[in-house]
């Protein structure tokens, strides 16, 4: 395995953990996938790759951008994205963001399927549901799994 891979394997770990954990992402965790994504890009094309490094964490950060101002995510995944666009270049952050969409699609419908199901089974009524808050569900597991994904070698 590459740099590359195992800098997206523990950054997304980590930012696994911390979502499920806090339902935050601290920031050190896209940092150390900005700085990783700079040193990758660096080591494998010189100070050419910075340009890379560069263009890709402004993508990654672009993709989501839109959702964050609506209020559909957090900042913290936006982040994210920047420093995987960082490690994985422009191109390659438009395949992670194809793949975190699908994912987070899948994440998305199991969730509810299982709220739904959690509903039937406890037997809640309308009324009992008046005080609950929306629920969100954390997206850096999607965001890794659709980083990881897009690294996996096509052939």
């Known amino acids: 395995m590459t740099a590359q891979v195992w800098i997206a394997i523990l950054v997304g770990l980590a930012a696994i953990v911390d979502d499920l954990r806090r339902r935050h992402i601290a920031n050190w965790i896209p940092a150390a996938a900005l700085a990783g994504g700079f040193g990758w890009q660096i080591g494998q094309s010189g100070w050419m790759g910075s340009l890379y490094a560069l263009g890709g964490a402004a993508a ?3 993709v989501f951008l839109i959702f964050y101002l609506l209020g559909g995510m957090g900042g913290g995944d936006v982040k994210l994205m920047a420093g995987f666009g960082a490690l994985l270049g422009w191109s390659g952050i438009f395949w992670a963001a194809l793949w975190t969409a699908a994912v987070g699609g899948v994440l998305a ?3 509810i399927a299982f709220k739904s199901a959690r509903r039937f089974w406890t037997k809640q009524t309308d009324g009992e549901n008046n005080g609950e808050q929306k629920e969100s569900i954390p997206y850096a597991p ?7 994904l897009s690294l996996v070698p096509k052939g």
């Open 109 to 111: 419908l199991a969730a």
């Open 60 to 62: 990654g950060f672009s």
């Open 142 to 148: 999607a965001i890794a799994l659709g980083v990881w």
